[in-house]
């Protein structure tokens, strides 16, 4: 039997026999976890034959990092996915040390690409190169002629060490990719790459690149349209954070919004933001779904904190909520996708003016879409919506409006590891109102605020008895609130 074979049939068996002896209560019900073992970025994001199709990197035989894989799993709806067998294992020469992050495509003929990276041990450091494999959507063939973009076709200065996680889409008759790389100063650099049949391909230029500004590395680009605009999104290490509370160190999430000229292949970055200020979000990739809606989707967990979070479950990782991006000025922002509404159960509908503390009867709950207008006229000095909560634990979502600032604190979610357990970022009322939207689901919780001008994520590790939630207001604060339960 081939080795390629082999390989994959074992990962195929082995995810399939671990991954249905897990009861689906053990997960969050609407947040892709990997079938078992770890997940990381996700990949392949794409539209096929009447489906969504999201593979994600993939070690099926642990919950720690491994030789990569790429997991795969299938939804008509975004929410609700069915496990599909492993779509590609580390088992050729070009892809030996892993199949590391990258894209999917549809053909004009059916089929379906995957462009991904192959990494290859040479000496004592990672190789890394562009590699392609099609098929049908549930099975594929990896090219022959592996890899399809090599380290001779990096211009001057590009790094075969760090070259990787190619974006392609086919566009005007012809093949297009991002692939990220670092140069010889240790700047983050995004290439752009073109082919007539997505096997033989043609170095065009550098679109942009860090500028000392914006991390060393950058990982994981997305580069699309989105309302007369063009968006680069990307994934850099080494962050430094920023005075103006844009940005967090560490690994962060850069989006430069500004045009593109398709004839020269420049473009022309207008403004810079990030996508996600919580402490679980990274490497996201979008799709255009049939009805023209620009959908993002990233890996909800942290790589600084990947090693001390504890494993409860035989699998590792997830899926942030699929998003949608919009345009408001000068702002990408995000809001659930509206698919989410077909999950509500019961709607219940509050208002008045809160001071002090406060508890209504059936506000609880670990499965909830609950949205707050907030009156930012009043004689306010300060608001906190406590949420996960028991006698022990809670997470809190902390307004200062004198400060203009909003926290998201985890620090009593129950964790025992010291790392980042809180994030503040500088938020303004819109017309006199400040608005937040919390998605929960089990351990995960996603909050927009202001419509998703800012989008702030955290895993909890708090116990899933902890469903209290409370309000608080120091001083009387008008509000409105609407609670959805999920089903």
Same mark, same amino acid.
């Given at each position: 039997?081939?080795?390629?074979?082999?390989?994959?049939?074992?990962?195929?068996?082995?995810?399939?026999?671990?991954?249905?002896?897990?009861?689906?209560?053990?997960?969050?019900?609407?947040?892709?976890?990997?079938?078992?073992?770890?997940?990381?970025?996700?990949?392949?994001?794409?539209?096929?034959?009447?489906?969504?199709?999201?593979?994600?990197?993939?070690?099926?035989?642990?919950?720690?990092?491994?030789?990569?894989?790429?997991?795969?799993?299938?939804?008509?709806?975004?929410?609700?996915?069915?496990?599909?067998?492993?779509?590609?294992?580390?088992?050729?020469?070009?892809?030996?040390?892993?199949?590391?992050?990258?894209?999917?495509?549809? #053909? !004009? &003929? @059916?089929?379906?690409?995957?462009? /991904?990276?192959? *990494?290859?041990? %040479? =000496?004592?450091? +990672? $190789?890394?190169?562009?590699?392609?494999?099609?098929?049908?959507?549930?099975?594929?063939?990896?090219?022959?002629?592996?890899?399809?973009?090599?380290?001779?076709?990096?211009?001057?200065?590009?790094?075969?060490?760090?070259?990787?996680?190619?974006?392609?889409?086919?566009?005007?008759?012809?093949?297009?990719?991002?692939?990220?790389?670092?140069?010889?100063?240790?700047?983050?650099?995004?290439?752009?790459?073109?082919?007539?049949?997505?096997?033989?391909?043609?170095?065009?230029?550098?679109?942009?690149?860090?500028?000392?500004?914006?991390?060393?590395?950058?990982?994981?680009?997305?580069?699309?349209?989105?309302?007369?605009?063009?968006?680069?999104?990307?994934?850099?290490?080494?962050?430094?954070? #920023? !005075? &103006? @509370?844009?940005?967090?160190?560490? /690994?962060?999430? *850069?989006?430069? %919004? =500004?045009?593109? +000229? $398709?004839?020269?292949?420049?473009?022309?970055?207008?403004?810079?933001?990030?996508?996600?200020?919580?402490?679980?979000?990274?490497?996201?990739?979008?799709?255009?779904?049939?009805?023209?809606?620009?959908?993002?989707?990233?890996?909800?967990?942290?790589?600084?904190?990947?090693?001390?979070?504890?494993?409860?479950?035989?699998?590792?990782?997830?899926?942030?909520?699929?998003?949608?991006?919009?345009?408001?000025?000068?702002?990408?922002?995000?809001?659930?996708?509206?698919?989410?509404?077909?999950?509500?159960?019961?709607?219940?509908?509050?208002?008045?003016?809160?001071?002090?503390?406060?508890?209504?009867?059936?506000?609880?709950?670990?499965?909830?879409?609950?949205?707050?207008?907030?009156?930012? #006229?009043?004689?306010?000095?300060?608001?906190?919506?406590?949420?996960?909560?028991?006698?022990?634990?809670?997470? +809190?979502?902390?307004?200062?409006?004198?400060?203009?600032?909003?926290?998201?604190?985890?620090?009593?979610?129950?964790?025992?590891?010291?790392?980042?357990?809180?994030?503040?970022?500088?938020?303004?009322?819109?017309?006199?109102?400040?608005?937040?939207?919390?998605?929960?689901?089990?351990?995960?919780?996603?909050?927009?605020?202001?419509?998703?001008?800012?989008?702030?994520?955290?895993?909890?590790?708090?116990?899933?008895?902890?469903?209290?939630?409370?309000?608080?207001?120091?001083?009387?604060?008008?509000?409105?609130?609407?609670?959805?339960?999920?089903?």
């Amino acid at each position: 039997m081939p080795c390629s074979t082999t390989k994959l049939e074992e990962a195929r068996t082995y995810e399939a026999r671990e991954g249905n002896a897990i009861p689906a209560d053990d997960r969050p019900s609407f947040h892709l976890t990997p079938w078992t073992g770890w997940m990381n970025d996700p990949n392949g994001f794409c539209y096929y034959q009447g489906a969504y199709h999201l593979f994600y990197q993939y070690y099926p035989y642990d919950t720690v990092w491994g030789p990569m894989h790429w997991g795969h799993a299938m939804s008509t709806d975004l929410l609700h996915w069915t496990y599909l067998p492993c779509a590609i294992a580390p088992d050729t020469p070009a892809d030996a040390a892993g199949c590391f992050s990258g894209t999917a495509v549809p #053909t !004009p &003929d @059916g089929q379906l690409i995957l462009l /991904y990276t192959g *990494v290859q041990k %040479v =000496g004592k450091q +990672d $190789k890394q190169t562009q590699c392609l494999a099609v098929g049908n959507g549930t099975d594929f063939v990896k090219e022959a002629v592996n890899p399809v973009i090599d380290e001779d076709q990096l211009p001057a200065g590009g790094s075969s060490v760090d070259f990787r996680d190619p974006k392609i889409w086919y566009e005007d008759g012809q093949y297009h990719c991002v692939v990220s790389t670092r140069d010889a100063q240790d700047q983050g650099r995004i290439l752009l790459y073109e082919s007539p049949d997505a096997r033989h391909w043609t170095y065009r230029t550098t679109l942009d690149r860090c500028r000392s500004e914006y991390g060393m590395m950058w990982e994981c680009p997305d580069f699309f349209p989105l309302e007369g605009r063009q968006v680069l999104i990307v994934s850099p290490q080494e962050m430094e954070a #920023t !005075p &103006d @509370g844009e940005f967090h160190a560490g /690994y962060g999430i *850069v989006a430069l %919004v =500004g045009d593109y +000229d $398709k004839e020269q292949a420049r473009f022309t970055r207008q403004w810079v933001q990030t996508l996600d200020s919580g402490m679980d979000f990274y490497a996201p990739q979008s799709v255009l779904t049939p009805d023209g809606r620009r959908v993002i989707i990233g890996w909800m967990q942290n790589w600084a904190n990947t090693n001390d979070t504890p494993r409860r479950h035989r699998w590792f990782g997830r899926m942030s909520l699929p998003r949608e991006l919009f345009l408001r000025g000068d702002r990408l922002c995000q809001r659930p996708v509206r698919e989410l509404e077909t999950m509500w159960k019961t709607t219940v509908r509050r208002s008045g003016v809160l001071e002090g503390e406060a508890r209504y009867e059936g506000l609880s709950g670990r499965h909830l879409d609950l949205s707050l207008t907030l009156d930012a #006229t009043a004689q306010c000095s300060g608001f906190c919506l406590r949420f996960a909560e028991d006698g022990r634990h809670h997470t +809190d979502i902390q307004w200062d409006p004198v400060k203009e600032t909003l926290a998201l604190d985890r620090s009593l979610s129950g964790s025992r590891r010291d790392f980042v357990h809180r994030r503040e970022v500088p938020v303004q009322p819109r017309e006199g109102k400040l608005t937040l939207r919390l998605i929960l689901d089990n351990d995960c919780a996603e909050l927009f605020v202001n419509d998703g001008e800012r989008v702030l994520s955290a895993v909890l590790e708090t116990p899933r008895e902890a469903d209290g939630i409370s309000l608080y207001s120091e001083g009387a604060l008008p509000f409105e609130m609407v609670q959805h339960d999920l089903a």
